[in-house]
């Protein structure tokens, strides 16, 4: 079973300045990992995901997360925010196990980009 | 092209009564989740349809939930007795099974569901 851990409800930051959402999982087989981004009145889309590969991912918008497997993080940063950044974001895991794409949640960190 | 629609966007009912939800997957999506996020918790997974048959149904919380996908196109989770505790977000998400597994879900806007 796997599950994830997002320490941080929410996290005010000014605009242009960086930022760091923690994300935290535990599994007992090897995972696959993504952070959703949730906008105000939309639904969850796709920011970033680690299948293979490199250990650090970018998405377009300028995020950027690294596959930690020795302290299972897959932390998301990002260097300068803006405004258009407020969302709550979600990490997500899912298992190895065919294409069943089963997700597990965390619980959700709202970031609020103060100008 | 149309993405994961959900309906209706907001409901509110009274303890005791039914609620239907409906989910409207992306045209040619054989795979369908039914997720849940209880205020200020994590987003809980409930059920996966591939095509009309369940292929995981582990996290339903009780028989008064009752999700069908006819046909394999849509699908309805039916909540009866509806109550105070089901109150939430219920997100419905698609994907197709064809291809490399990339891990990706298409969400809809969510159906929040209010029991007073």
């Known amino acids: 079973a796997q599950s994830v851990t997002q320490l941080d409800s929410q996290v005010p930051v000014f605009e242009e300045a960086p930022v760091e959402l923690r994300c935290n999982y535990s599994s007992s087989v090897s995972v696959y990992l993504f952070w959703y981004v949730q906008y105000p009145n939309q639904g969850l889309q796709l920011l970033l995901k680690y299948l293979s590969g490199s250990t650090l991912v970018e998405s377009i918008n300028g995020f950027e997360a690294e596959f930690n497997k020795s302290q299972t993080s897959f932390h998301l940063r990002k260097p300068s925010v803006h405004i258009s950044d407020t969302a709550e974001y979600f990490c997500?895991?899912?298992?190895?196990?065919?294409?069943?794409?089963?997700?597990?949640f965390g619980t959700g960190t709202l970031l609020a980009v103060q100008p | 092209e149309a993405g994961v629609t959900q309906f209706p966007s907001h409901s509110v009912i009274e303890k005791g009564q039914t609620v239907t939800l409906r989910c409207d997957p992306i045209s040619g999506h054989d795979n369908l989740y039914w997720y849940r996020r209880v205020m200020g918790k994590e987003i809980k997974f409930l059920l996966h349809?591939?095509?009309?048959?369940?292929?995981?149904e582990s996290g339903m919380p009780n028989n008064r939930f009752l999700a069908e996908r006819t046909g394999g196109t849509y699908s309805t989770l039916k909540v009866q007795p509806a109550e105070l505790e089901d109150s939430g977000v219920y997100f419905c998400a698609s994907t197709f099974s064809g291809g490399a597994h990339t891990g990706e879900l298409f969400f809809g806007e969510g159906s929040r569901l209010t029991v007073l």
């Open positions: 997500a895991v899912s298992g190895l196990r065919g294409a069943t794409n089963k997700l597990i």
């Open positions: 349809f591939v095509k009309e048959s369940k292929q995981d």
